[in-house]
């Protein structure tokens, strides 16, 4: 049997949770994806622990040790505590077994037995656990599909995905992140087979897999999987150009780094698409917002622009979405033929200062213009000015330009 290390298991904070649950002798280890990516010797974020032990007494096990628990809804229901030690987040779940799937949601009943629990989870590398101490619990080959790129189900594919339908995307996920070569052919089929179940899933859960998935370091083979099975199709409502997806992959290794709602655009055509998606995958206002002006830019960026033209766009795009818009529109490129032109501007944008108009509603007031909409239309107007001279003006000229603005407006 083998063993497995990370810095993560030997933190206080982790030691401390695990004294907690192991106070009364119970066998509890850590579980699915922080051993794999601890086999990697990748960092983990969520460390999941699992116990023999139900939920009420994995309350009380952490209270006795005063370590802060929080538990959601539905939580308790389904074995889940989650523990907060320091800064760190572990998620503490009672071992189970499937015992009725639909789908889309499982019916869970406890048990002892960490096979019957490794047997339910998807896939053998998600399916490991470790002691403690370090040893490696592989029930069912996980270590070797790992270090082989194999991306394989625990038993049969069909079936589970026929339990849970987000298998299907979340064999996509994995294989885009720890995938090397070819999928599994079986399981392909599989999700081609089921490919039509994608439409009852919740938003909430596709958003989660494919956020995932668009984030991993190349996600392009896993997007062309799905385009060439039938899968894809049932998550954006265009035919996606991965071809720009491609070249944004390759312009964000150079420049930048890697966004997933950045790449989601690049596979959109237009606002309709955005707005389809941002409802559909029940995107995050803020991410619904961006992705919308990503595929229908309030202003565009051209790689015709002069600096003046540039700095105009920051002012009014702000310096991400400006940034966002010409990787976008360079990703869009054929041969990256502007390639000289879009980098200046991405240089121009990490030096911008935004600029403050000198000169405020009270200056206006202060020329005898009485407080109303008049006070807005003269700022604005002074505001175009401004901007036409590259924001050059500075508080005595526009002030003087105020002045004359004022003067022109009022009535005889
Ligand atoms: P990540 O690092 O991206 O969070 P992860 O492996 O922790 O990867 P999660 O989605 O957080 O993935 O799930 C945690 C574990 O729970 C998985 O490793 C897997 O063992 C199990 N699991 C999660 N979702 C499912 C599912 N739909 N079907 C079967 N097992 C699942
Ligand atoms: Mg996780």
């Not at 998600?126 to 029930?139: E, F, K, R, V, W």
């Not at 064999?171 to 052919?185: L, Q």
């Not at 559909?280 to 002069?306: G, I």
């Not at 310096?319 to 991405?346: I, Y």
């Amino acid at each position: 049997m083998g063993t497995v290390h990370a810095p993560w298991m030997a933190a206080p904070g982790t030691r401390a949770v695990i004294d907690a649950l192991t106070a009364n002798g119970a066998d509890v280890r850590f579980v699915g994806g922080c051993v794999r990516d601890a086999l990697l010797g990748w960092e983990s974020r969520d460390i999941d622990i699992g116990t023999p032990d139900p939920p009420g007494r994995v309350l009380a096990l952490l209270k006795d040790a005063s370590i802060e628990t929080r538990t959601v809804p539905r939580g308790i229901a389904h074995g889940t505590v989650t523990a907060l030690a320091g800064s760190d987040r572990f998620e503490i779940t009672t071992l189970r077994r499937d015992e009725r799937t639909d789908g889309r949601h499982a019916e869970v009943a406890f048990t002892d037995d960490w096979r019957e629990d490794a047997a339910r989870r998807d896939f053998t590398s998600n399916a490991m656990s470790a002691a403690p101490d370090g040893t490696l619990y592989d029930y069912f080959g996980g270590q070797a599909d790992l270090g082989a790129g194999r991306v394989r189900f625990v038993g049969d594919p069909t079936t589970r995905i026929a339990e849970d339908h987000l298998r299907i995307l979340r064999f996509f996920r994995f294989h885009a992140w720890y995938g090397k070569g070819e999928p599994d052919a079986e399981a392909l089929a599989a999700c081609n087979a089921a490919a039509h179940t994608i439409p009852t899933l919740s938003g909430e859960r596709v958003q989660a897999e494919m956020l995932k998935l668009l984030a991993a370091p190349d996600p392009l083979p896993a997007i062309e999987t799905m385009r060439e099975t039938s899968v894809l199709a049932q998550l954006l409502p265009d035919t996606p150009r991965t071809d720009h997806l491609a070249r944004l992959i390759a312009i964000e290794g150079d420049v930048g780094e890697a966004d997933s709602i950045r790449r989601l655009a690049v596979l959109l055509a237009d606002a309709a698409g955005a707005h389809d998606v941002a409802t559909r995958w029940r995107l995050a206002s803020a991410d619904a917002t961006r992705l919308a002006d990503l595929c229908a830019p309030p202003a565009p960026v051209s790689p015709d622009l002069d600096r003046p033209g540039q700095r105009r766009r920051l002012y009014r795009l702000g310096p991400a979405l400006f940034r966002d818009l010409v990787l976008l529109a360079w990703a869009k490129e054929a041969q990256g033929e502007n390639e000289t032109a879009w980098r200046a501007m991405l240089e121009t944008a990490a030096a911008w200062e935004e600029p403050a108009l000198p000169v405020t509603g009270a200056d206006v007031l202060a020329c005898g213009v009485e407080a109303g909409p008049a006070v807005g239309r003269l700022l604005f107007a002074v505001e175009a000015w401004w901007k036409d001279r590259d924001f050059a003006p500075d508080r005595a000229d526009a002030l003087a330009k105020l002045k004359e603005l004022a003067a022109a407006g009022r009535p005889e």
